[in-house]
């Protein structure tokens, strides 16, 4: 397909993602609900057979009608000239092949829950009639959060009505195919539980139990070997988990679990304590089956084998197998006889079939009939029957709930035709939950069916949320999800303390209330000017909060209102000493001139200046170096300012010629 061609209208191929022998894959988008959505697009080859068009028609919608959160939902079916094409939801992840692959093998609790996840898709299919046929890791999709889903329900069913093989390209894959399949055989809800085992064996040990060089040799392997044992390649995988794959993958189907129901239920308690020293299970051994011939394959076209080496071997191993040379006669006789024996045969496959071809039947509906009524008008018919059962709310045990092929289908005489049997409501026996997480528990249950989960919070040293007590029903009961109601005494964790209101309490009142009470205490100060100093503002946790022993209170404790510094403006005035001066003018008449030129000059002189300097010690100032100096000749006043630091003191002082002229302290107000 080209990138960018809409289909229909309506899907654009966006991208290529993968593909297979039957189809491509591409990432497209759904143009009228504006969504991704994955393109399966049928291969040329495949799209010119109208016996393969219709089977794949008709199954893909029968796909469709599968709802199931581990199956890939398909949207649409569809045909555009020459081409057919399924839209699917477009699953943003991995395949579980490359998952495998990547990790080599995964852990015993991861592979478990896969497989409960595989098994519930796969028991939603069964219930609809649907056999998937063709499980394997390569059609398992696996998302961001580890969610598995299973694809290419409706492929495999088509596939393996029609006449089409390729040299090794075998249907639903060799490595995963069941006995039956491998013979040639019609594929049954057992097969499908049978290829879930290899997926389970290759999760465990990250390979798969057989290989070959060949379809051929792989095949053969599972008609005639016995799976190997997963703990041969890792001990720690309990015996219980083996079971579950052994039981899964026996040759004969009547030792297999008899429904996917059985195998879903053994998985759901294969890992529990009780479990742990269970015996390995051997399969039941019929009378005579250690001599019993293996059957041939019928078909055996689909195990087409290529490999030059494989043939020779296999023709170096017929040539041993035969008898020793006779005379030339003997030979001229037992090849005519052969040849004889192959015309009868070519007669009896290509001849008799066209003149005793069976005849069409169509299946009733034999819903609400006893088993016993459906077999006879079945077999009136002319059709094969067997049964399969499982468990129903609707109908009474014993009568049929549906077939195999549905109603109304078109089949030969002589096929075989499956009644699905109700049991009648199922009773499961309750497991006990103490000690688990009760939201987990709750959705688990709720998600299975139970009609009520209710709790009681009871006060414990069990951690909070952990179930302490099964009030109803007890541990063991057989009971009907449906109808059951459960209820579950559940941990509240350690007593707690309601949180006192600390608002105006002292710093000691509150330490003694977080010794008391077993708590612990952070402590944090800041203004306030409403709260008094050294009382508490406010606390966190608030007020009426409940809390655990050993849980830290943090307290804000008032340091008073936020003080700011204050400034003060300072007003004097430095006199002018004229005593000073004139002692200080007479000493310099008598040092220098007579007394009557003293005289004369003492009338003609200026007065002396005298130096003013004045300290001041606050925030921005200290008394080492003078803030102001001055030189004067007369009274002179000065205005300055002292800053307060909040809480201290400020001072200054007045030097006049070196003495002190005044000083004064000012206390912050």
């Not at 939902?73 to 839209?87: A, P, Q, S, W």
């Not at 030792?255 to 399969?283: F, G, K, M």
């Not at 004097?572 to 000493?577: C, H, I, M, R, W």
């Amino acid at each position: 397909m080209i990138l960018g061609t809409v289909l229909n209208e309506r899907y654009k191929i966006i991208r290529y993602i993968g593909g297979g022998g039957m189809a491509n894959v591409y990432l497209g988008e759904d143009l009228i609900l504006n969504r991704e959505v994955a393109l399966k697009v049928l291969k040329p080859e495949y799209s010119n057979n109208a016996e393969f068009i219709e089977r794949f028609r008709r199954e893909a919608e029968s796909a469709i009608s599968l709802s199931n959160d581990h199956i890939v939902n398909i949207f649409d079916v569809g045909k555009e000239d020459e081409t057919y094409y399924m839209v699917m939801e477009y699953i943003d992840g991995m395949t579980l092949k490359e998952y495998i692959h990547h990790k080599g093998s995964v852990s015993t609790q991861e592979a478990v829950a896969i497989m409960l996840q595989l098994t519930d898709a796969i028991n939603h299919a069964h219930d609809n009639g649907i056999i998937h046929r063709d499980i394997k890791p390569q059609n398992i999709l696996m998302n961001q959060t580890g969610a598995v889903k299973i694809t290419d329900f409706g492929i495999a069913r088509a596939l393996s009505s029609t006449s089409f093989t390729k040299t090794n390209d075998v249907m639903g894959s060799v490595h995963y195919l069941s006995p039956e399949q491998a013979r040639g055989g019609v594929a049954t809800k057992k097969s499908d539980i049978y290829s879930l085992g290899i997926v389970f064996y290759e999760l465990l040990t990250g390979r798969m139990p057989f290989s070959g060089e060949s379809a051929v040799s792989v095949a053969l392997k599972h008609m005639q070997t016995d799976t190997p044992f997963v703990r041969s390649f890792d001990e720690s995988i309990p015996q219980s988990v083996e079971n579950v794959v052994l039981k899964s993958t026996v040759k004969n189907p009547l030792h297999r679990y008899q429904t996917i129901d059985e195998l879903e239920a053994d998985l759901q308690t294969v890992l529990h304590a009780d479990r742990s020293d269970e015996a390995r299970y051997v399969p039941p051994v019929e009378v005579g089956e250690e001599t019993k011939a293996i059957p041939a394959i019928k078909d055996q076209a689909q195990f087409t084998s290529t490999n030059k080496e494989e043939t020779l071997l296999m023709n170096k191993h017929n040539k041993e197998d035969r008898p020793p040379k006779k005379s030339k006669k003997w030979i001229a006789f037992v090849t005519s006889g052969i040849i004889l024996a192959i015309a009868s045969i070519v007669i009896a496959l290509f001849v008799l079939p066209g003149l005793f071809m069976p005849n069409d039947v169509t299946v009733p509906d034999m819903e609400g009939y006893t088993y016993e009524e459906a077999v006879t008008e079945l077999s009136n018919l002319g059709l094969e029957v067997e049964r399969d059962s499982v468990f129903s709310d609707e109908m009474e045990e014993g009568y049929v709930l549906r077939s195999s092929p549905r109603a109304n289908s078109s089949v030969k005489e002589g096929s075989l035709v499956t009644l699905v049997t109700s049991l009648g409501q199922e009773k499961i026996e309750f497991p006990d939950y103490i000690g688990s997480d009760f939201e987990e528990t709750r959705r688990y249950l709720e998600s299975n069916g139970y009609r009520e989960v209710i709790s009681y919070g009871r006060e414990s040293d069990r951690p909070e949320g952990e179930i302490i007590g099964q009030v109803q029903p007890d541990p063991g009961e057989e009971i009907i999800p449906e109808e059951t109601r459960v209820i579950f005494d559940v941990s509240l964790g350690p007593p707690t303390v309601s949180l006192s209101s600390f608002a105006g309490w002292s710093l000691e009142a509150v330490q003694e209330y977080i010794r008391d009470n077993n708590l612990t205490l952070s402590i944090n100060e800041e203004n306030s000017d409403e709260v008094p100093e050294g009382r508490i503002i406010r606390q966190n946790p608030s007020p009426n909060t409940e809390l655990q022993e050993g849980e830290n209170v943090t307290i804000y404790v008032s340091e008073g209102p936020d003080l700011q510094p204050q400034t003060r403006e300072i007003s004097l005035t430095v006199e002018y000493n004229d005593d000073l001066d004139e002692d200080t003018a007479e000493d310099e008449e008598s040092d220098e001139d007579s007394e009557e030129e003293s005289e004369e000059e003492s009338e003609e002189s200026e007065p002396q200046g005298q130096e003013v300097q004045i300290f001041i010690d606050d925030m921005e100032n200290d008394m080492n170096e003078p803030a102001f100096e001055d030189t004067i000749f007369e009274d002179t006043t000065y205005t300055f300012e002292v800053t307060i630091e909040p809480e201290e003191s400020a001072s200054y002082r007045v030097l006049r010629d070196g003495e002190v002229y005044q000083q004064e302290t000012i206390d912050y107000d």
